[in-house]
């Protein structure tokens, strides 16, 4: 069982990103090796990027707005409402071990826990924002019919 260090913080942190628009996205990382802490939220891909490290386990909540080009998105919806989706990631970065990988895979689902309501899950084993880590394979990887469920 895993357990959260700063659980106001990631309160306030969740309040916010409620509100918030496409792009917003809320970051734990690891204090102890079985203790979580709110780290980082903030806006884009690019920020979120420099948040991950190589060599972490982490866990995000990220918010995309699905347009008329984006598989997924959905006609006739009022206010565009359904268009939206919060999509959980757990990141490993390439550096963690393969032993801490293991024993990190144990705590999603405690981890998921702190971040419900969410519409997909995904695993993501790089942070190149030149290569598959971009908002159109987040959206892509993210729906239900996607083969893979995994950036790498």
């Not at 069982?1 to 734990?28: P, R």
């Not at 386990?57 to 409402?81: H, Q, T």
């Not at 024993?103 to 924002?129: I, M, N, Y």
């Amino acid at each position: 069982m895993v357990s959260l260090a700063n659980q106001q913080e990631l309160n306030n942190a969740l309040e916010k990103y409620n509100g918030s628009e496409n792009g917003h996205w809320v970051l734990l990382t690891y204090k102890t090796p079985t203790q979580l802490q709110y780290k980082a939220s903030g806006d884009g891909l690019q920020s979120l990027s420099v948040a991950l490290q190589d060599n972490e386990v982490a866990y995000y909540k990220i918010r995309l707005e699905y347009n008329s080009n984006d598989a997924g998105f959905k006609d006739g919806v009022i206010g565009n409402k359904a268009n939206t989706k919060d999509i959980f990631v757990a990141y490993t970065g390439p550096s963690v071990g393969i032993i801490e990988k293991g024993k990190k895979k144990s705590h999603v689902g405690d981890v998921k826990a702190f971040f419900q309501p969410f519409h997909s899950e995904l695993t993501q084993t790089s942070k190149d924002t030149k290569g598959n880590f971009t908002e159109a394979i987040l959206k892509d990887r993210s729906g239900p019919l996607s083969g893979s469920h995994i950036i790498d």
